[in-house]
């Protein structure tokens, strides 16, 4: 098992930025696609990027393309989401996720570890 700690979550007004932090550990080696999924109150939660670990190799969901940005840092074990241009939409609990395969299909259940999550807030 991988464990993950998000972090950097908070309010914003709209039309501003918030970097999300994940930082992994544990069976690391296992990892080989991670990504970030978020979930607003009352709704499914839902994908929001993916990277894989090696090729960095990256996928987004529609309403994020062009705001959104993921990164990662191999040496470090861990992951990033740069957002900018915030919408009110984009409140919503972010969580950290990891799979053991490399995978680009942005399904939650290729994904076997999973963060607590860090709640995004944006302002009108």
């Known amino acids: 098992q991988v464990q993950l700690v998000e972090s950097g979550g908070g309010l914003v007004q709209a039309g501003g930025s918030l970097r999300l932090s994940c930082a992994a550990s544990?069976?690391?080696?296992?990892?080989?696609?991670m990504g970030w999924f978020r979930q607003a109150p009352g709704k499914e939660r839902e994908f929001v990027a993916s990277?894989?670990?090696?090729?960095?190799?990256?996928l987004y969901a529609d309403s994020v393309k062009g705001r959104f940005t993921i990164s990662r840092d191999y040496a470090k074990n861990r992951m990033y989401l740069q957002m900018n241009s915030l919408k009110p939409e984009d409140t919503a609990v972010y969580y950290c996720a990891a799979a053991t395969i490399a995978t680009m299909r942005g399904t939650q259940a290729d994904f076997a570890s999973w963060g607590q999550g860090t709640q995004v807030t944006v302002s009108s």
């Open positions: 990277i894989t670990w090696i090729a960095v190799r990256t």
């Open positions: 544990g069976r690391t080696f296992s990892t080989n696609t």
